[in-house]
């Protein structure tokens, strides 16, 4: 999560956002740590449970099957179980019910505590609002009897902490959560949620492992006419300067390669359009107020500009990217930005050795 906010965090393109994060994530440390991070997880907020939404979401989680159950009759059970989605309403659910675990565990009735083992990510899921409902569930315990595998692997049930699960059920009501089985019943949740989270786990390993192959393999074939997602143009933009040249640019609608690479050149501060249309782009380069590079010139085809007073101009090439030749154009604007800001640090220097009168450097 750090590293998400470090990245966004910074204006750059979606595709570069992934690009680092993809980058940045180390795959050995990250399943490493993941335990830890899972095992310390008993709030309804936290990170880790409110990603599970995503995750059995992505895995084609759905309602679990309404016929297990004495609502089965009620008018909203009457069709398939309901996907797992915004159009659900998706609700977190305690799947060892909240109600008798308050008991076993000693905690006074009232509102829900924020943080407590009780509200582990490993004894929670994601359900319908309806399911999750007055109407449906309430305080009774889940029953996977005749359960799809397909649902059940969507959910992060899988075959051991399903065992568990099993044994915990004989245990689940009143009488005997707060009797004699308390104790038994606190040290089957306990293997319970740790066998889920190592399901919770697998499943997010995969998860990220099928985000990482599925970006590198699309970014290999940037470039070859894929078709890929754009910012949309703010309705209104700012006065005219290089925060506002990347939509311009974006419009011209060149091989995304070149358009990524003229985006951080023309993003540095200092470069203003002249004009613009939508086939071509027109822009100067100033510094300390004073025009370094004039009549710079973006289209389609190329790339002009008058570098250091002497006109000069690169084709774009079609399918190769950033080609050498346009790379060595890109340098000679890059020096001569250096050049300007070192004649003005010159400059500066002078001003202050005169004003000490002492000999400039």
């Known amino acids: 999560m750090e590293q998400v906010v470090f990245i966004a965090g910074v204006r750059t393109s979606a595709r570069d956002c992934v690009d680092e994060l993809v980058k940045a994530v180390d795959f050995k440390k990250f399943d490493s740590t993941l335990n830890d991070v899972l095992k310390e997880s008993n709030s309804l907020l936290s ?33 398939a179980p309901r996907p797992i989605d915004k159009n659900c309403g998706p609700e ?14 000693g905690v006074e009735s009232g509102g829900r505590i924020s943080s407590h083992p009780i509200n582990n ?32 692997d969507a959910h992060c049930l899988g075959a051991e902490s399903l065992g568990l699960y099993r044994k915990i059920q004989p245990l689940l009501n009143a009488d005997m959560a707060i009797g004699a089985n308390r104790e038994c019943l ?37 470039g070859d006419g894929m078709a890929r997602i754009e910012p949309e143009t703010p309705k209104l933009m700012g006065a005219a300067g290089s925060a506002d040249l990347e939509y311009l640019i974006r419009k011209l609608d060149l091989d995304n390669r070149i358009e990524d690479r003229l985006i951080q050149l023309f993003g540095d501060s200092g470069w203003y359009p002249t004009g613009s249309d939508d086939s071509c782009l027109t822009l100067c380069w100033k510094h ?20 250091n007073r002497i006109p000069q ?29 070192d004649h003005a640090r010159r400059r500066d220097e002078e001003k202050k050795a005169s004003k000490a009168r002492i000999p400039p450097r």
């Not at 895995?59 to 059970?77: I, P, Q, T």
């Not at 300390?288 to 570098?307: F, M, P, T």
């Open 288 to 307: 300390r107020n004073r025009q370094w590079i004039r009549n710079v010139r973006l289209d389609k085809q190329g790339l002009s500009a008058e570098i």
């Open 92 to 105: 977190k659910q305690h799947i060892v019910p909240y109600s008798l675990l308050t008991q076993a565990y």
């Open 121 to 152: 990510i490993g004894n929670l899921t994601y359900l319908s609002h309806d399911m999750n409902g007055l109407d449906g569930l309430g305080s009774t315990p889940l029953d996977f009897t005749g359960e799809e595998q397909g649902n059940l």
């Open 47 to 79: 990170t880790p449970v409110l990603i599970l939404y995503g995750l059995e979401r992505s895995r084609g989680a759905r309602d679990f099957s309404y016929g297990n159950y004495d609502f089965k009759e009620h008018e909203l059970f009457k069709g």
């Open 313 to 341: 101009a690169v084709q774009f090439e079609p399918g190769l990217g950033v080609s050498d030749a346009l790379g060595e154009f890109i340098g000679r604007i890059l020096n001569c930005q250096q050049e300007a800001r």
């Open 186 to 222: 606190k040290d089957l949740f306990d293997k319970w949620t740790e066998a889920r989270r190592q399901h919770i786990k697998e499943g997010f390993v995969q998860w990220l492992a099928e985000l990482k192959s599925g970006w590198v393999d699309s970014d290999a074939r940037k």
